[in-house]
């Protein structure tokens, strides 16, 4: 009779799950306090560090990264970078990533993409599908809490409420981000998720091996060490 993982094993496998989550934030921290180094005035450090404070991270890892990309902590030559290309179905996808070596990085995503009848595209050609906004997610088990959430968000300045599937998603500007999640906090919601994302004005259907082959590419591509969010336009089966 055959055993699965053991203890040890799943706890390999968490840790490593969890080194890698922690690199892409300190990442995107360093990243964010090159434009300074105060998250009071800095809404992208403000946000990071609240990922990142959220996922447990230690103060003193968060303020080292701070100083690394501030300057004051040693040189930092990371690169900010933004793919964009086409996956199974013609499936528009946006990978942002950082990186020390760009042509470490290009390499790994061409060959993500080749392995699963994708390919890249030049600069622009599918980002006008996308719109930069701010999205938090919150289960809405019924229609008074759909009520109360549209009528919190709105007032909070969200641009736009959208159920479906016992979820309600707010919308709303990027720079509205944090006023409407406080707003809605404040008022008893707490959300599933909140990201500033690239969201696609329209999805596409993908099924069958389609759909199997883009949920191995998008698996694949999260897990390269440089990339840091993947973003696309597919509606995939049972996708929530």
Not at 150 to 161: H, K, P, R, S, T
Not at 198 to 204: F, K, L, S
């Amino acid at each position: 009779m055959g055993r699965g993982p053991s203890i040890e094993g799943r706890k390999n496998a968490e840790d490593a799950r969890r080194g890698k989550m922690f690199t892409k934030l300190i990442r995107e921290i360093t990243i964010a306090a090159r434009t300074g180094s105060d998250p009071a005035v800095n809404a992208r450090l403000r946000l990071g560090i609240a990922k990142a404070l959220s996922a447990n991270m230690t103060k003193d890892t968060i303020e080292r990264a701070v100083k690394r990309g501030s300057g004051a902590d040693g040189a930092d030559n990371m690169q900010e970078l933004r793919y964009e290309g086409y996956g199974p179905s013609g499936v528009a996808l946006i990978i942002d990533a950082m990186t020390d070596n760009t042509q470490r990085t290009v390499a790994d995503v061409r060959h993500a993409l080749s392995k699963h009848g994708g390919n890249l595209g030049t600069s622009g050609s599918v980002a006008f599908q996308f719109a930069r906004v701010g999205e938090l997610a919150y289960a809405a088990a019924t229609a008074q809490f759909e009520e109360k959430i549209l009528d919190a968000a709105l007032e909070a300045g969200a641009d736009d409420v959208q159920t479906e599937s016992g979820k309600s998603t707010v919308l709303c500007a990027p720079d509205h981000f944090e006023a409407v999640k406080h707003a809605l906090s404040i008022a008893g919601f707490e959300p599933l998720h909140a990201e500033v994302v690239m969201r696609p004005a329209n999805r596409v259907a993908v099924s069958g091996e389609d759909a199997e082959t883009l949920t191995d590419l998008l698996a694949w591509l999260e897990e390269l060490d440089d990339v840091q969010e993947v973003y696309h336009n597919a509606a995939l089966p049972g996708a929530v």
